[in-house]
């Protein structure tokens, strides 16, 4: 009531955009209140909320795609029957699957409607869809999809067939940057992309839009066209981009945000488009409200307000020298990149060093390739001609690759970040700094040249944090939700138990400590918060031997360890391998009874206890490793231990599973440690490390150190004393 009479004394006022707002204001509050009881308040969330197993009937509305070590997918439900109940309601839904279920999800139409059998499980509070389902079968197809669904595969199927024969990552790019289809991204230039700053451009954004209908307009002007003719090409584009991308939230923010950045380059009229910036978010935040708790929303937004902001003043800074059109290809990713920085770096706790420049050198290219994919893409009735820009829209996107390719490599690529409040505050008023130096610099064609020779320079020296690593035997990497522990056997080897989730982290600790070679590496067991990073890490460390629990490999890792030319086997209870100043006591290792090499992360117990448990050193320093073993595998490690003559007292205890509720008191206790160690993420939906461990912990004389709270933690031993460093001070 009090916004409503706020927007009728603004109106009466004639301050119309201010009645317009406060009145957009208010129907979202009320339209957000209405869709959240739709969603979180039905009788599908009674079924959610009990993780319920029943009968789903949905409407696919996208093409899942594949995630880590899992598909997902966009629904919308029909109806449900659990548990005596039906419900009927149109409410978004997301579906998850992995392994053969998760094949069988890939293979489903956008657009069609099956039924399947899955568990019901309530969302995050802040999910916009009213319900995961975990998918259990696929009982069949009820309807097809409409004609306007079966047009849009059509497109996009036609745009896969029109790459199928260029080489595979560019097979693989094409799609992803054009519809944003990343089925054929692998894990390595995925991480490529990350460390480069270029993930934005294997998904939808306004971004791509922007640099697409660029290039169109400048063709059509080219050609001498003006006024509508102009503006009806970027309708146009824009229609194509929409119908061929699918109805989705994203597609429709990315459209909104690319038409707003556009004019403000001044490819269309770009006055008041700060104006034009807030109407577009406030009617996307009106359309669906969930956007306001987006990532994705707030990284569109702030990108979308760099290019407003500052896409402008660069492009008349680049036009004293360069051609305009080379000057707002460059001005747009420039801008995007300073204003999205602080966001990705509270996000991923690092400082891409080549971000700027390869968006920058990405950007011209950016265009080109995302045209020559929607022309493949529409002419797939005919595919004999949709496979000549097809081809061409795979080499516009090798620079791409090429320079994710390169910035990867080097050295520093990307710095590590704090991500807390004090950290995004300063990285936010570098990147200010950064673009007032750059539109005064800029201006001169010397001046580009030396923007670019500094960030390569830099992508070659990493900071040095003061302090760190100092004298270390043993460091806990801070990895997130994992474990990565690293054993100082000397001159500049190590001996590294676990590779963490990710390959990044784990190498950027490595390089910390300035290790150059790994000759043993020991993989606990297979989840992958335990061995994500494993195969980059044997492809750039080639050790001599990688350890691993008891039972089958699985394929992967056995092809990363023939490629590295190393030794893979079983660890063997009673054995030390010496490397340097450092050894590997195996003390248990067993194989999960009838267990398949498991492909998640997960909680499963049978593979937590077989994780192979052993104890490292490092000169004089001893640290008990059990992996994620749980009561049972620590007992069987207690029998093998008393069994082998293995004396389990150390000075450090790694807390298995990353300090879960799940100990054996008699384990822990026979470590004898002073100091135990939670190798655990940041605000980590498991709870890790809980309270009962860390109090069990304390309660037998144990200090307590935390990578999520105190990041990477350093541990030195001299004269009979430890010594602990963390990198966060």
């Given at each position: 009531?009090?916004?409503?009479?706020?927007?009728?004394?603004?109106?009466?006022?004639?301050?119309?955009?201010?009645a317009m707002v406060i009145a957009t204001f208010s129907v979202t509050l009320v339209?957000?209140?209405?869709?959240?009881?739709?969603?979180?308040?039905?009788?599908?969330?009674?079924?959610?909320?009990?993780?319920?197993?029943?009968?789903?009937?949905?409407?696919?509305?996208?093409?899942?795609?594949?995630?880590?070590?899992?598909?997902?997918?966009?629904?919308?439900?029909?109806?449900?029957?659990?548990?005596?109940?039906?419900?009927?309601?149109?409410?978004?839904?997301?579906?998850?699957?992995?392994?053969?279920?998760?094949?069988?999800?890939?293979?489903?139409?956008?657009?069609?409607?099956?039924?399947?059998?899955?568990?019901?499980?309530?969302?995050?509070?802040?999910?916009?869809?009213?319900?995961?389902?975990?998918?259990?079968?696929?009982?069949?197809?009820?309807?097809?999809?409409?004609?306007?669904?079966?047009?849009?595969?059509?497109?996009?199927?036609?745009?896969?067939?029109?790459?199928?024969?260029?080489?595979?990552?560019?097979?693989?790019?094409?799609?992803?940057?054009?519809?944003?289809?990343?089925?054929?991204?692998?894990?390595?230039?995925?991480?490529?992309?990350?460390?480069?700053?270029?993930?934005?451009?294997?998904?939808?954004?306004?971004?791509?839009?922007?640099?697409?209908?660029?290039?169109?307009?400048?063709?059509?002007?080219?050609?001498?066209?003006?006024?509508?003719?102009?503006?009806?090409?970027?309708?146009?584009?824009?229609?194509?981009?929409?119908?061929?991308?699918?109805?989705?939230?994203?597609?429709?923010?990315?459209?909104?945000?690319?038409?707003?950045?556009?004019?403000?380059?001044?490819?269309g009229a770009g006055r008041r488009t700060v104006r034009s910036l807030c109407v577009?978010?406030?009617?996307?935040?009106?359309?669906?409200?969930?956007?306001?708790?987006?990532?994705?929303?707030?990284?569109?937004?702030?990108?979308?307000?760099?290019?407003?902001?500052?896409?402008?003043?660069?492009?008349?800074?680049?036009?004293?020298?360069?051609?305009?059109?080379?000057?707002?290809?460059?001005?747009?990713?420039?801008?995007?990149?300073?204003?999205?920085?602080?966001?990705?770096?509270?996000?991923?706790?690092?400082?891409?060093?080549?971000?700027?420049?390869?968006?920058?050198?990405?950007?011209?290219?950016?265009?080109?390739?995302?045209?020559?994919?929607?022309?493949?893409?529409?002419?797939?009735?005919?595919?004999?001609?949709?496979?000549?820009?097809?081809?061409?829209?795979?080499?516009?996107?090798?620079?791409?690759?090429?320079?994710?390719?390169?910035?990867?490599?080097?050295?520093?690529?990307?710095?590590?970040?704090?991500?807390?409040?004090?950290?995004?505050?300063?990285?936010?008023?570098?990147?200010?700094?950064?673009?007032?130096?750059?539109?005064?610099?800029?201006?001169?064609?010397?001046?580009?040249?030396?923007?670019?020779?500094?960030?390569?320079?830099?992508?070659?020296?990493?900071?040095?944090?003061?302090?760190?690593?100092?004298?270390?035997?043993?460091?806990?990497?801070?990895?997130?939700?994992?474990?990565?522990?690293?054993?100082?056997?000397?001159?500049?080897?190590?001996?590294?138990?676990?590779?963490?989730?990710?390959?990044?982290?784990?190498?950027?600790?490595?390089?910390?400590?300035?290790?150059?070679?790994?000759?043993?590496?020991?993989?606990?067991?297979?989840?992958?918060?335990?061995?994500?990073?494993?195969?980059?890490?044997?492809?750039?460390?080639?050790?001599?031997?990688?350890?691993?629990?008891?039972?089958?490999?699985?394929?992967?890792?056995?092809?990363?360890?023939?490629?590295?030319?190393?030794?893979?086997?079983?660890?063997?209870?009673?054995?030390?391998?010496?490397?340097?100043?450092?050894?590997?006591?195996?003390?248990?290792?067993?194989?999960?009874?009838?267990?398949?090499?498991?492909?998640?992360?997960?909680?499963?117990?049978?593979?937590?206890?077989?994780?192979?448990?052993?104890?490292?050193?490092?000169?004089?320093?001893?640290?008990?490793?059990?992996?994620?073993?749980?009561?049972?595998?620590?007992?069987?490690?207690?029998?093998?231990?008393?069994?082998?003559?293995?004396?389990?007292?150390?000075?450090?205890?790694?807390?298995?599973?990353?300090?879960?509720?799940?100990?054996?008191?008699?384990?822990?206790?026979?470590?004898?440690?002073?100091?135990?160690?939670?190798?655990?993420?940041?605000?980590?939906?498991?709870?890790?490390?809980?309270?009962?461990?860390?109090?069990?912990?304390?309660?037998?004389?144990?200090?307590?150190?935390?990578?999520?709270?105190?990041?990477?933690?350093?541990?030195?031993?001299?004269?009979?004393?430890?010594?602990?460093?963390?990198?966060?001070?």
């Amino acid at each position: 009531m009090g916004l409503a009479l706020l927007a009728v004394v603004a109106l009466r006022a004639r301050h119309l955009w201010t009645a317009m707002v406060i009145a957009t204001f208010s129907v979202t509050l009320v339209m957000s209140g209405l869709q959240s009881w739709q969603r979180h308040a039905s009788p599908l969330s009674e079924l959610a909320e009990s993780g319920a197993v029943g009968t789903v009937r949905l409407r696919l509305l996208a093409e899942p795609q594949p995630a880590e070590r899992v598909v997902v997918g966009r629904a919308e439900l029909v109806w449900a029957e659990a548990r005596q109940t039906r419900v009927e309601a149109r409410v978004p839904v997301v579906i998850l699957a992995s392994g053969g279920l998760g094949e069988e999800l890939l293979g489903l139409t956008a657009g069609a409607t099956y039924d399947v059998r899955a568990r019901i499980a309530a969302p995050e509070a802040d999910d916009a869809a009213a319900a995961v389902l975990s998918l259990r079968e696929v009982r069949g197809g009820v309807a097809g999809p409409n004609v306007v669904d079966s047009a849009v595969n059509a497109m996009r199927q036609g745009l896969r067939d029109a790459v199928a024969h260029s080489p595979p990552r560019q097979a693989a790019l094409v799609p992803s940057l054009v519809v944003g289809d990343t089925s054929a991204v692998d894990a390595t230039m995925r991480e490529q992309f990350q460390v480069t700053a270029l993930t934005h451009l294997m998904a939808v954004s306004g971004a791509n839009l922007t640099l697409m209908l660029g290039v169109v307009l400048a063709a059509v002007r080219g050609l001498g066209l003006r006024g509508w003719a102009v503006r009806a090409a970027a309708v146009g584009g824009v229609a194509a981009f929409v119908l061929i991308c699918g109805q989705e939230p994203s597609v429709h923010r990315a459209a909104a945000m690319g038409l707003v950045a556009l004019a403000a380059v001044g490819v269309g009229a770009g006055r008041r488009t700060v104006r034009s910036l807030c109407v577009a978010v406030l009617g996307l935040v009106w359309l669906d409200p969930w956007m306001a708790r987006s990532i994705g929303f707030a990284l569109s937004v702030a990108a979308c307000a760099g290019i407003v902001l500052l896409g402008p003043l660069f492009v008349s800074a680049l036009s004293r020298w360069a051609p305009r059109w080379a000057a707002e290809a460059l001005a747009v990713p420039l801008a995007a990149q300073l204003a999205t920085q602080p966001i990705i770096t509270w996000l991923s706790e690092s400082v891409s060093v080549v971000g700027v420049l390869t968006n920058v050198l990405a950007g011209p290219f950016v265009g080109p390739t995302t045209v020559l994919g929607f022309a493949a893409a529409l002419l797939c009735p005919l595919p004999w001609l949709a496979a000549g820009p097809g081809w061409l829209a795979g080499w516009c996107a090798q620079p791409i690759l090429w320079l994710a390719e390169l910035g990867a490599v080097l050295p520093a690529a990307s710095w590590a970040w704090s991500g807390s409040a004090a950290g995004v505050v300063l990285v936010t008023i570098g990147s200010a700094a950064l673009a007032v130096v750059l539109l005064w610099v800029l201006r001169f064609r010397w001046g580009g040249v030396g923007f670019v020779g500094l960030f390569v320079a830099l992508a070659f020296v990493r900071p040095v944090q003061v302090g760190w690593p100092g004298p270390w035997e043993a460091v806990f990497c801070d990895v997130g939700q994992g474990d990565a522990t690293v054993l100082n056997a000397g001159g500049g080897a190590a001996v590294v138990v676990d590779a963490g989730p990710e390959p990044a982290p784990t190498i950027a600790c490595l390089e910390s400590l300035h290790v150059r070679s790994v000759p043993l590496l020991v993989l606990t067991h297979y989840h992958s918060d335990h061995v994500g990073g494993a195969e980059e890490l044997i492809r750039r460390y080639q050790p001599s031997t990688v350890l691993v629990r008891a039972g089958e490999a699985p394929p992967w890792l056995a092809e990363a360890a023939g490629r590295a030319g190393a030794e893979l086997r079983s660890a063997v209870p009673g054995e030390r391998i010496e490397v340097g100043s450092a050894a590997w006591r195996s003390v248990s290792a067993w194989e999960p009874a009838g267990a398949a090499v498991p492909e998640g992360e997960g909680e499963g117990s049978a593979e937590n206890d077989a994780s192979v448990v052993g104890v490292g050193s490092s000169g004089a320093l001893c640290v008990l490793l059990a992996g994620d073993t749980e009561p049972a595998g620590q007992a069987v490690a207690l029998r093998a231990a008393e069994e082998h003559a293995i004396d389990l007292a150390v000075h450090v205890l790694k807390l298995p599973h990353h300090g879960s509720s799940r100990q054996d008191p008699r384990f822990i206790a026979a470590s004898r440690a002073a100091l135990a160690v939670a190798s655990a993420g940041e605000g980590n939906s498991y709870g890790h490390p809980s309270v009962s461990a860390l109090d069990l912990a304390r309660s037998l004389g144990m200090q307590v150190v935390r990578t999520d709270n105190q990041g990477a933690i350093a541990v030195s031993l001299g004269d009979g004393q430890l010594g602990v460093r963390t990198s966060r001070g």
